[in-house]
C-alpha cells in the first residue's frame, strides 16, 4: 500500500528537514512551498528521488491554492496518511510585545500560523478518510510551539504568535474531535527550540534531531493519543 505524505513550508528550516528525513519513508511525497522556483535545496531532491518527491507551489493563507494541491493529491493518488502542517512565521517574536502589539502583524501571523492549517485539514479531511481506510488511520501534524500552551504564559514578546499557537492547538482539538470517527489521529507537536531562521543560531536542537524526535514520536501514535499536545520527545505538555 502506497504511503502518501504531504509536508507545507518545505523550503528551508524544519520544513525541509522533515522532507530529508520521510524521503525514504514514504511512497509519495508533495512537498510545498511558497516559491518552488527559489527553493533549489528543496527542488534537489527532485532530483535525486524523482519518484517520489513532487514540489507544488503553496502558499497556506490561499485558499485556491490549497484546492488546487487538494485536486492534484485527488487525482494522483486518492488519499493522504500523512500531513504536517509545518509552515509558520514568528511576526514581530522579541519585539511584538505588549504596547507594541500592531493589528495587521496580529492578524497575519494567526492567517499563517492557525487559519491555515486548519483549512489544510479540512481541505484533506476526505482524502485522509480515505488514507485511514487504506492503513488503518492516517495522522495530521500541526507543527506548534510550547510558547502557545496558555498554562505556561509567561511575559515578554512573542504576543501574536502565542496567541497563534494556542489557537492552533485549539484547531488541532477541533480536527482531532471531527475526524476520530475517521481513524484520523491530530497531534499539535512541539518540535523544541531548533536552529533555524525562526529559532535562531543559538537554539538547543538541529533540525535533524528535532524532527528524528518527532518521527519517533509519529511512529508510536494511536488514534487514542489524537488530540494530545506533544513534545518532540514524546513528553505531553501542558493546554
Ligand atoms: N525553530 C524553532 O525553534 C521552533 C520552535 C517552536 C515551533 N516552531 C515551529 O516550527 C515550524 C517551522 O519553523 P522553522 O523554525 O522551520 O521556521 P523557518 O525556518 O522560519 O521556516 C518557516 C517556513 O514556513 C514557510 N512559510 C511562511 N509563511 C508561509 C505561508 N503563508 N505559506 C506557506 N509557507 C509559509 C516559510 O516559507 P518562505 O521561505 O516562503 O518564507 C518557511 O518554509 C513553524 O510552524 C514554527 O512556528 C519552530
Redesign the pocket.
Known sequence: MPITALV????????LEWVRQLIDEVDQLYA????PAEADELRAFTETHRDTVDVLG????DDAAIDDVVDRVRREQGALHLLVN?????GGATSDCFGNVDAETMTEVLR??AV?PHLMTQAFADLLAAGADERGTATVVN?????GSIERTSGGGWHS?KAS?AALNMGTRLQATELKGDDVIVVAM??????????GAN?RLS?EESVTGMLEVLYDLQLSHSGQFLAYDGDELPW
Open positions: 507545507t513550508g518545505a523550503n528551508r528550516g524544519l520544513g510545498t512551498c511558497r516559491a503553496l502558499d497556506v493563507t509545518n509552515a509558520g512565521i514568528s499563517v500560523n491555515g507543527v506548534t510551539s510550547q510558547l504568535y499557537k512541539h518540535p523544541g527550540w531548533v536552529r533555524t531562521d525562526m529559532g537554539a533540525t
